[in-house]
């Protein structure tokens, strides 16, 4: 198993702030995803973080509004860029081998 | 667009009985499919595992995939209490989630 920690935990911004989510994982793993999940709500997939390339996003997703970085096996940041109130949200990240993925415990946002 | 559906529930049994949860999905060349349990407020956490045909058992859990009619099952016996919960579906390994399965098991 992969143990999977995300900093901050929680935060409160303002409107036209951006924030950078950090992921750690205590092992290399190959696979990185980035979620979010509204209150009540399932998973929608952000991206896929490629270690060394660019993230492959979903639809509704692009890179200016959330960028992506992975550097190694065992590292990923999301940036939520010039928020707003609609990005409130929790934002979770996975990583695992090929057929099985971790979650972190989730970074809480609300943006005023 | 691949899709993965779920009945969002709320599914509801009393304690001790079996509780089923159904997951149906699109992409007829999926080859892995998951089973997560999420507690309110916590993140998901992976509880089952299947890629062929047929049932797979885990101690209280049974996952049954049939790819012939595109459906992966979750049937929890003796369900307790603290087994209410979201039950997500995940499909192959690009984790494309159901809407999830609130079940909320009675004393």
């Known amino acids: 198993s992969a143990v999977i920690s995300q900093k901050p935990s929680r935060d409160i911004c303002q409107r036209g702030t951006s924030l950078t989510i950090q992921c750690q994982v205590d092992?290399?793993?190959?696979?990185m995803f980035w979620y979010r999940q509204q209150p009540g709500q399932s998973l929608t997939l952000i991206a896929t973080a490629n270690q060394g390339s660019e993230a492959t996003y979903e639809s509704g997703f692009v890179i200016d509004k959330f960028p992506i970085s992975r550097p190694n096996l065992t590292f990923s940041t999301l940036t939520v860029s010039n928020m707003s109130p609609e990005d409130s949200s929790i934002y979770l990240c996975?990583?695992?081998?090929?057929?099985?993925?971790?979650f972190g415990p989730g970074t809480r946002l609300l943006v005023l | 667009q691949k899709e993965v559906e779920q009945n969002s529930g709320p599914l509801s049994v009393p304690e001790g009985a079996i509780a089923s949860l159904n997951c149906t999905y699109s992409?007829?060349?999926?080859?892995?499919f998951f089973w997560y349990r999420q507690y309110s407020g916590k993140s998901p956490e992976l509880i089952m595992s299947?890629?062929?045909?047929g049932d797979k058992e885990d101690g209280r859990f049974t996952a049954q995939l049939n790819k012939a009619s595109q459906y992966v099952s979750l049937l929890i016996r003796d369900s307790q209490p603290s087994d209410s919960a979201t039950y997500l579906c995940?499909?192959?390994?690009?984790?494309?989630f159901g809407a999830g399965t609130r079940l909320t098991v009675k004393p």
């Open positions: 092992s290399q793993v190959t696979m």
């Open positions: 995940a499909v192959n390994n690009d984790m494309r």
């Open positions: 299947i890629y062929s045909n």
């Open positions: 996975s990583g695992g081998q090929q057929e099985t993925q971790y």
């Open positions: 992409d007829r060349g999926s080859q892995s």
